[in-house]
């Protein structure tokens, strides 16, 4: 592998091998260490796919076959996904969260768009004063929580894998980044330039309060003024992907593609703190007690590491080789505990959740069971109970229980 990553990168651009490299060579090795099914593609697979493109995907099993990496029936599956799914919906449901009995549904059509990697958006819903907001492929709606009725949609901001920001009376969210008032859906901030991969957090300070937010699949970190909706600074990371970024007092700490990086924030400037190369982009991290804890599996088996939130020394890592990675969810903090979902050794159905205390001297685990928890979903945990996406469903489990 390595002599293939050498001979690839002597054929590319000088500045791109020098601005790229680092990445190129990660992600390549990721790639062939994930799985048989995940392996680096040969230049004979490039071309199948390439030729793949054109072909006529018109229903889901047509595109499942498509899907497969075997010659001719592999193709690009983006494409696959836009023309398979014709008919799609943006739909929300509201389930009573002690039965699980249905209370209302609601769908929404959506046209024919692009949906990014053949995912549809994948966020979480916010509820606030009696109103719940979600991102869907057609935008960003407001619903009544009470019975679901549309109170308002802006349909701009759709297709975004990260979750709403609801706070002070205002939403926050899309693809691209805007600020719309939480009661009337009034427009109240959008340039079109920050593309959120991770959900935009809230940062208050000095009385005032500010939008923090990883735009352009994490290239860019920018802090927004919510009192006048300026910019008071951003700068380039470096880095790539869809975390969310964690604020800890004046501590910034933000997990992309090629590393974890940590700043010294004020309302005029972000300072460079220190740099991990502990990386992932996709899956958000857990801050407890002055630590870092973190899932790495995007497209590789999992791996999971403590680091100092003060230097970014690893503190311990674990790798479970015998599961397969990518599975596109957060770990959670609960009673002192933390939940990390982590895929199913040799089974792509579903991930099992491992518990396990928070500790910088080394793992310890506290138990796991295989709730078959669906892919691009985290566990929410309330009043004792665990909910978990599932493959066919949602699923509660009460916890104290004895």
């Not at 002597?10 to 601005?19: F, G, R, Y």
């Not at 000095?206 to 290239?219: H, T």
Request: net charge neutral; hydrophobic share 35%.
């Amino acid at each position: 592998m390595e002599t293939y990553i050498k001979e690839f990168m002597t054929k590319l651009d000088p500045a791109v091998a020098s601005k790229y490299g680092e990445y190129i060579q990660w992600r390549i090795c990721a790639l062939n260490t994930a799985g048989p099914e995940d392996r680096t593609l040969s230049w004979e697979e490039l071309k199948k796919l390439k030729a793949g493109e054109n072909r006529d995907y018109s229903t889901w099993t047509e595109f499942l076959k498509g899907y497969q990496r075997n010659g001719e029936e592999y193709a690009c599956w983006t494409i696959a996904w836009e023309k398979a799914t014709e008919s799609i919906t943006d739909t929300l449901v509201c389930l009573d969260a002690a039965t699980g009995k249905l209370l209302w549904k609601k769908d929404f059509p959506a046209t024919k768009v692009s949906v990014g990697w053949g995912l549809s958006p994948s966020g979480t819903p916010a509820v606030w004063n009696g109103k719940c907001y979600f991102v869907g492929i057609m935008g960003i709606y407001c619903l009544s929580a009470k019975d679901g009725t549309l109170l308002w949609q802006s349909k701009e901001g759709g297709n975004s894998h990260a979750s709403v920001l609801v706070a002070n009376g205002v939403v926050v969210g899309g693809w691209p980044l805007a600020a719309y008032d939480a009661e009337s859906g009034k427009k109240l901030w959008y340039t079109g330039n920050y593309r959120a991969g991770g959900t935009p957090i809230l940062w208050s300070t000095g009385g005032k309060n500010y939008i923090i937010a990883a735009g352009s699949w994490g290239v860019t970190l920018c802090c927004i003024d919510m009192a006048t909706w300026k910019v008071v600074w951003d700068f380039k990371t470096g880095n790539s992907g869809q975390s969310t970024p964690v604020i800890v007092g004046d501590t910034l700490v933000f997990s992309a593609d090629v590393g974890t990086c940590a700043y010294k924030i004020t309302p005029e400037k972000a300072e460079f703190l220190w740099k991990s190369p502990v990386n992932d982009g996709i899956e958000s991290f857990v801050v407890y007690q002055d630590h870092i804890y973190m899932d790495i599996s995007n497209h590789r088996a999992p791996e999971w590491y403590c680091l100092s939130l003060k230097t970014g020394e690893t503190k311990w890592h674990l790798r479970n080789p015998s599961s397969r990675g990518n599975i596109v969810s957060s770990p959670i903090l609960a009673d002192g505990k933390i939940m990390i979902p982590t895929t199913s050794e040799g089974t792509h159905a579903g991930y099992t959740l491992q518990m396990f205390k928070p500790s910088p001297e080394k793992f310890i685990s506290l138990g796991k069971f295989n709730p078959e928890g669906a892919q691009c979903s985290s566990p929410a945990f309330v009043g004792g109970k665990l909910y978990l996406r599932v493959w066919d469903g949602i699923a509660c489990y009460d916890l104290t229980a004895k």
